[in-house]
T-cell receptor, first 116, second 112 residues
Framework: SAVISQKPSRDICQRGTSLTIQCQVD?????MFWYRQQPGQSLTLIAT?????????ESGFVIDKFPISRPNLTFSTLTVSNMSPEDSSIYLCSVEGGPQGYTEAFFGQGTRLTVV | GNSVTQMEGPVTLSEEAFLTINCTYTATGYPSLFWYVQYPGEGLQLLLKATKADDKGSNKGFEATYRKETTSFHLEKGSVQVSDSAVYFCALSDRGNNDMRFGAGTRLTVKP
């Protein structure tokens, strides 16, 4: 299994500012995923982050709004830029696959973001 | 494309009642199927999984059987506890496409 540490666990931010969320995994993994979970909703994939290449964004999400870094096989960051109240959500980091051949997804505890 | 349809909630049960949360899926390949649980204020945790047809996943008294003929993966528990109150997500993973899909989630509340 993979242990994922995500921080901050929660934050309250002013509109127009940016927040960077960090995700640290305890082992090397090929792919890392960022999800958004709006209040009372399911998970929506924002992007897939591979080490050494640009992230792949899902429809409706763009790099200018959600820039992602993936500097190595155990770490990634997601930035929520120029925030508005509509960005208030839980943001989740997830990993699948890797040298150990994981066959399931593991999640961080999430970052609960409130934009005021 | 692949998709998961999950029974809508919320579901409210009394302690020791029987639980069923329905989940059906659509997939072009041979996906793995999962149930995840999200307790208040936490991320998702894997509850159980099944990787091929007729597999039964089980954990903490919960069970689900991968039924290819009905494309279903219903979650069951014979006797729920207050501590089972959480949101449950059905999910599928198509390894060939690195495509993971989640259902809408079902909120379960168990009352003493």
């Amino acid at each position: 299994s993979a242990v994922i540490s995500q921080k901050p666990s929660r934050d309250i931010c002013q509109r127009g500012t940016s927040l960077t969320i960090q995700c640290q995994v305890d082992s090397q993994v090929t792919m890392m995923f960022w999800y958004r979970q709006q209040p009372g909703q399911s998970l929506t994939l924002i992007a897939t982050a591979n080490q050494g290449s640009e992230a792949t964004y899902e429809s409706g999400f763009v790099i200018d709004k959600f820039p992602i870094s993936r500097p190595n096989l155990t770490f990634s960051t997601l930035t929520v830029s120029n925030m508005s109240p509509e960005d208030s959500s839980i943001y989740l980091c997830s990993v699948e696959g890797g040298p150990q051949g994981y066959t399931e997804a593991f999640f961080g505890q999430g970052t609960r973001l409130t934009v005021v | 494309g692949n998709s998961v349809t999950q029974m809508e909630g919320p579901v409210t049960l009394s302690e020791e009642a029987f639980l069923t949360i329905n989940c059906t899926y659509t997939a072009t390949g041979y996906p793995s199927l999962f149930w995840y649980v999200q307790y208040p204020g936490e991320g998702l945790q894997l509850l159980l999984k099944a990787t091929k047809a007729d597999d039964k996943g089980s954990n903490k008294g919960f069970e689900a059987t991968y039924r290819k003929e009905t494309t279903s993966f219903h979650l069951e528990k014979g006797s729920v506890q207050v501590s089972d109150s959480a949101v449950y997500f059905c999910a599928l993973s198509d390894r060939g496409n690195n495509d993971m899909r989640f259902g809408a989630g079902t909120r379960l509340t168990v009352k003493p």
